[in-house]
């Protein structure tokens, strides 16, 4: 979970330009394409392969209502956590909060997001997850 201050003067929707750039950079990083395909029967181990289809409305969602607190935001991103990942798609999820009360001692005037991301583990391990950022 990641808060960030948006440059002064920064119009439009964060969803939007999140969604846009990694449109844009999708085929860098072959974990947002791939997704995991199960033996029949249980027999073998699932094998990565590519997705049909990549959905970033699926994968990269809005969360959150009106202004949130920085708690509230952690407490949003700690029941996402513990919900699983859809195996039917590539094993990755973005959720921006797009309206978050600043905390007191942060804010030099830009609006406050939080972008809080999640991949499982048998996608992106710590050293790939330094690359991918």
Known sequence: LHLYELPKGFRGS?????????????????????????????????????AEAVDLDF???????GELTVRQVQAAAARLHG?????????WEF?????VKAPAGLGGGGRIVAFY???????LDGKGGTVLA
């Open 14 to 50: 964060f969803h939007r330009a999140v969604r846009a750039h990694i449109a844009s950079r999708m085929h860098l990083a072959p974990i947002f394409s791939r997704r995991l395909a199960f033996m029949p029967l249980d027999l073998g181990h699932p094998a990565w392969v590519e």
């Open 59 to 65: 994968h990269i969602r809005k969360a959150g209502g």
């Open 83 to 91: 919900q699983l990942i859809d195996r039917e798609h590539p094993l």
């Open 95 to 99: 959720h921006i909060f797009e309206r």
């Open 117 to 123: 991301s999640k991949i499982h583990h048998a996608a």
